[in-house]
């Protein structure tokens, strides 16, 4: 006869209740700037030019510091420019995610030429001479604040820009956001081989989706389908009023969504069976 000789509730000590948990991927890259320098890297993983940009304790979502971005002020038609590179291993597909913040006089003017600014590009180096790259830019939407484009080549020869194909309604920088932090969160894969469409530029905003495409067919080109180096911001086309500062924190390179849920830590429960 087998019978229940006791229940137990086991609370198991903290370290015990890790280990049987599932392990989440930890960003492979990640920054909130409180060295207060440029000078922090990770294995494979450093800081390349920075224009116009610097580590600041003026401004932080987070702790004391936060990068820096100062796009200079410009009579119409004057082209501004700030932008923040960073190289790691190759990859054929990434999370990366931060927090942006959008300053009180944030203005995206409509100008009679290019009007575009760069807002996030990931590519393979030399970015002068791309294999795989893209890029979301950004376009007034005629209220001073910007909704996203998408900008990416196929076997080396840039595609037509475009919006994203689904309207999602939701503007990557708004007027709602001015003097605000959001958060911007985005993955990226390679198309599997040059005839395929299956590569992928998602983005989210505060966690809503501003650009969802998984059928992209922008292959990299043979020996060159993998992406190395990635800029923050960058060339600013419609140019700004006056001064306009941007700041970055907690910024992360990943294998993995950071906003995937981690599962509960409930009590181990055991039950001790005795037979006889």
Known sequence: MTRCKAFKLLFAPATMLLMALPAWPAPFFSDGFESGTLDHTEPGVQYGSSIYTSVTNERARTGQFALRFTFKGGATGEDAWSEQRLSFPDRTELWIAYDLYVPLNYAHRTESGASN????????????????????????????????????????????????????????????????????????????????????????????????????????????????????????????????????????????????????????IRIEVDSE
């Open 117 to 268: 600014n760069k807002f996030l590009a990931i590519y393979r180096a030399p970015y002068t001479d791309p294999g795989f790259h893209l890029n979301w830019s950004v376009n007034p939407d005629g209220d001073g604040g910007s909704n996203l484009f998408l900008h990416r080549y196929r076997n080396g020869t840039e595609q037509a820009a475009r919006p994203p194909a689904d309207d999602l309604g939701v503007g990557v920088l708004t007027a709602d956001d001015r003097g605000q932090w959001v958060r911007i969160e985005a993955f990226i894969r390679v198309p599997s081989s040059a005839d395929s469409n299956d590569g992928v530029m998602r983005m989210w905003k505060n966690g809503t989706l501003v650009t969802d495409e998984t059928a992209l067919n922008n292959y990299g080109g043979d020996d060159e389908n993998y992406f190395n180096e990635l800029y923050l911001l960058g060339w600013s086309n419609s140019g700004f009023d006056e001064d306009t500062v941007l700041y970055i924190d907690n910024l992360s390179l990943s294998e993995q969504s950071l906003a995937a849920p981690k599962p509960p830590r409930n009590p181990t």
